[in-house]
């Protein structure tokens, strides 16, 4: 039977440790940039996020800036992948580990309470269907960040296809793809004849500083960016732009302005790593 929820949202992923062009390791995955959304949107909702205990200490500072937001949970192993940028817009992704996978177990040990559910994979493998049928038998409404269809769970340079099970979009309310990976979904341009047949009711396709088109009953909603930030690395965007509208439609807003608030997160918050890097270059 379905539960009775909060109007908020919780977000669900794994913890992930990234290697940003040679750099030390840094805590990456949707719990380290989700918070920002959440505490901005000011929307009730929490993070539960997962991995291996002896990496949690990389997370220490995430735990002391958010505290209760984000809750983290023990398993074997915790999502790794090296990032080297080009530029700031083109960079090129490795799987150094491949994350744990989100069963029943882990869905009980979260225990959502929130209306939404906001799924944050990194590989194919974090969220499997029967995971998503569990969420929406529970009650909730449930999104998912695209880059969990395309990318294969393999290790080495990360290969995006579109060979994921067609389960994986039964259970969804919301799905958001970037541009690049609506391109591998669609096998080519992503359009309304393409959202149609893939039969997620609300679909949200981003394009950076570009904008958004938002997909919902055969009617395509164009949202632009609230303002070009150039020249800045752009890591975490997507997580800030989704959790932002999962937690805006959680709380009424409809889609095109659960995009243009989410849109003004991220540009405010890209303009003050773009200010940061311009102190360090001097």
């Not at 989700?34 to 539960?48: F, M, N, T, Y």
């Not at 990360?158 to 994986?168: N, Q, S, T």
């Not at 997909?215 to 890591?235: F, S």
């Amino acid at each position: 039977m379905p539960q009775e929820f909060i109007n908020g949202v919780t977000v669900l992923g794994n913890l992930a440790i990234d290697v940003i062009d040679g750099a030390p390791r840094s805590p990456g995955g949707c719990a380290s940039f989700a918070g920002v959304a959440l505490e901005a949107s000011g929307v009730p909702g929490r993070i539960v996020a997962m991995g291996a205990e002896q990496d949690h200490s990389l997370f220490d500072a995430l735990l002391e800036r958010f505290g209760d937001l984000i809750r983290v949970l023990p398993s074997d192993r915790t999502s790794a992948f090296r990032l080297d940028y080009d530029d700031v817009d083109h960079r090129h992704m490795s799987v150094d580990a491949i994350g744990p996978v989100w069963g029943q177990a882990e869905v009980e040990a979260a225990d959502p309470d929130t209306t939404w559910v906001h799924l944050a994979p990194l590989l194919r493998t974090d969220f499997p269907a029967e995971t998503l049928k569990l969420l929406s038998d529970r009650g909730h409404r449930v999104a998912y960040d695209g880059q969990g269809l395309v990318r294969a769970d393999r290790l080495g340079p990360l290969v995006e296809d579109r060979h994921f099970p067609a389960g994986l979009l039964d259970h969804l309310d919301v799905l958001k793809l970037a541009e690049d990976e609506a391109i591998v979904v669609a096998d080519g341009p992503f359009d309304a004849e393409v959202a149609k047949r893939l039969g997620v009711p609300e679909i949200v396709v981003t394009y950076g500083s570009e904008g958004c088109h938002i997909y919902t009953d055969g009617e395509i909603t164009r949202v632009p960016a609230a303002w070009r930030v150039l020249d800045v690395q752009t890591t975490g965007a997507g997580d800030m732009f989704t959790a932002c509208y999962v937690a805006n439609r959680a709380a009424g807003a409809d889609p095109r302005r659960a995009a243009e608030l989410a849109s003004d997160l991220v540009a405010g918050e890209l303009e003050k790593r773009r200010q940061v890097r311009s102190v360090q270059l001097g």
